[in-house]
């Protein structure tokens, strides 16, 4: 058994972030199944938001409000005023540290425009901000070697919780299969988001909800997990994200008539709407037969922007769009569609990040939760582009302080370490040892294609109640799963199958969640409901797991302390 003060799940932005916060003072663990550079932080790209003093228009107050009508007032606005607040000092420490962000002609840090934002207050490094922001804090990590000990390529399995409070995790050596326990005082999980349930998205493979169904199977609530939010521009048949940044920059979205028909949908923010908007937008033209060619996708249009600008500012979209479909948008437009790219939904928390599992604010002691897979919510039904690195940054930062002020006071509670690794062990002995017959690749696909087409941009009683039995069907199909690799030397198939059970039961919550949800918010848009329903649904959906995995459904309300619900308009 190992024994750490603090340990950390996940090494993107979020938890590297709190890693740093508490360096020095305890000794820290950080558990991430990928290598922590390759985290999925490090592919975001358009931008990281904060109101800097560039443009005098500009103003935190402004940024506040974007994020609660962005969120469609779903928001919690005290988490969300304490953000936009943190912003600017947020930038000015990640530059301190290192970080490269591209200039304007005075020498400032540069912004461009984003969806649903008032202002240019995208803060960037060309089209890569995630991997510089992500270098710059694991390279800042390296300075703290001695009090940060990594397990890169090792994978979660439980969370710990005995007597109600989180006492550490079990995780697998992906290396060498061997299955140990940290035993900590305080357990943070900042492990990312769950887009890879669809079938195009925009997500890295490790985004499967690990985090998130952790805690969840270990007794605690998820938050508004039927949120998901489709970003409008994937690329055709893949799902690899073209930046928003690139109609930040002036791109524009044509249809198969050659409109530009976001006029119809959003007339002052044409292709700037927020993603929701946008992402709808397109669908639509799609359904009704204004795809390009009468096909399913949109063409994004940036040949106007000129060579230059494209190679100074977009040069990784356009390596992307030659890579992925040999199209170069220096001389062509760009065939894009909706992709699954953020998750709103995840585990909830207040705004020190403590893990919390009712409207009363009941805290799980020693867990943490902060980046994709904590739901604080900044985000409500709809995140602005740019306001999750943010976010990820911010409530990193404040869950590190947070967990340091708990860890300093906490000790190492008793854990019985027989009986975890006997629970650790049963996850992997049932996929093992079991002689079963189905394919996880044919359950992967299947479930992947349901969700896309009947939990995607637009949702249906009757698609939605499809899914529903199509996911129990796949569930008990997945019981019988064969892995055919024994061995314990690097086995990614006991991985993929891990994740897919993880896939699998977060689906069922977010089409429970949806199905509840008769209304239309931000990125749930019902088809047979298309009105925002303040009366019954202003509020967050608490997704309880009970008996065998069933879900059952409560709620919790929404904090509203300046900026009463109005339409949403743009
Ligand atoms: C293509 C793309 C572009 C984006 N562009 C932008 C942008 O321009 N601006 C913006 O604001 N946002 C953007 N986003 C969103 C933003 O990047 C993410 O929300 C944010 O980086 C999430 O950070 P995180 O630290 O929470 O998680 P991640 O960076 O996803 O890290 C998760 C960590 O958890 C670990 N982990 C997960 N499961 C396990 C397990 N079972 N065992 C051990 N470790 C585990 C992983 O190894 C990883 O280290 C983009 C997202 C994508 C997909």
Redesign the pocket.
Known sequence: MRKHDVVI?????????AAIEMAGRVDVAV????Y?S????????????AAMANSSEDSVESHFFDTVKGSDYLGDQDAIEMMTKDAPVTITELEKMGCVFSRDEQGRIAQREFGGHSHPR?C?AADR??HAL?HTLFEQSMKYKKNITFYSE????TLIMEEGTARGIT?MNIKNGDVEVIHAKTVLF????Y?RAFKIT???F???G??IM?AYRAGVPVEDMEFVQFHPTGLYGQG??M???CRGEGGYLLNGKGERFMEKYAKSKMELAPRDIVSRAEQTEINEGRGIDGKDFINLELRHLGREKILERLPQIRQLAIDFLGVDCIDHPIPIQPTA???MGGIPVDVDCHVITDAEKTKVPGFYA?????CVSVHGAN?L????????SVF?RRAGKAALEFTLKAKHEKISEADEMRKAKKRLDDLLVTPGTESANDIRTELKETMSTHVGVYRTEEGLRFAQGKLKALRHRFKNVRVTDKGKLFNTEIIEA??LSNMLEYSEVIVAGAMARKESRGGHARVDYPKRDDVNFLRHTLAHRIGDGAVRLKYKPVSITKYQPEERKY
């Open positions: 799940v996940g090494s993107g932005l979020a938890g590297l972030r558990v991430t199944k990928v922590p390759r985290s999925h932080s490090g592919a975001a790209q358009g931008g990281v938001a995208a960037y901000t995630g992500l090792f994978y979660l399995l995780m900042a492990t990312g988001g887009g925009s997500n890295a490790a985004c499967t690990d985090g952790t690899i994200l930046s928003e940044a790219h953020y998750s902060a980046g994709e897979c904590a995140r582009g740019t306001n999750s690195l943010l976010d990820a990193g891990l994740e």
